[in-house]
Nanobody, 121 residues
């Protein structure tokens, strides 16, 4: 199983970025894809998750600003991030597990390599 995260970069506060997570080596429809992030000195935290059915889950800190979506034909999940804030600065990781979106990193079997998002004030 491979998860390839991409799309990070440097953006000013209030700007937008779109992250992508391309999955291979798994039956994509059986897996949920979730984004986590980890800022320096902090624990990895849940950001957003999506099931094959389209059920969406967001952390309170990003709800209303971030949108998660999946393209099952392309085995890819996207995280559209808008109204970015300096506190969104972190390495963003996508992760996969079967069937159910859970919010603890230890509950995920597969991880992408991470992509850096830096929001300047």
């Amino acid at each position: 199983v491979q998860l390839q995260a991409s799309g990070g970069g440097l953006v000013q506060a209030g700007g937008s970025l779109r992250l992508s997570c391309a999955a291979s080596g798994l039956t994509f429809n059986n897996y949920v894809i979730t984004w986590f992030r980890q800022a320096p000195g902090k624990e990895r935290e849940f950001v957003a998750g999506i099931r094959r059915s389209g059920d969406l889950y967001y952390s309170e800190s990003v709800e209303g600003r971030f949108t998660i979506a999946r393209d099952n034909a392309k085995n890819t999940v996207y995280l559209q991030m808008s109204s970015l804030k300096p506190e969104d600065t972190a390495v963003y990781y996508c992760a996969a597990r079967q069937f159910v979106v859970l919010t603890y990193p230890t509950q995920y079997n597969f991880w992408g390599q991470g992509t850096q998002v830096t929001v300047s004030s």
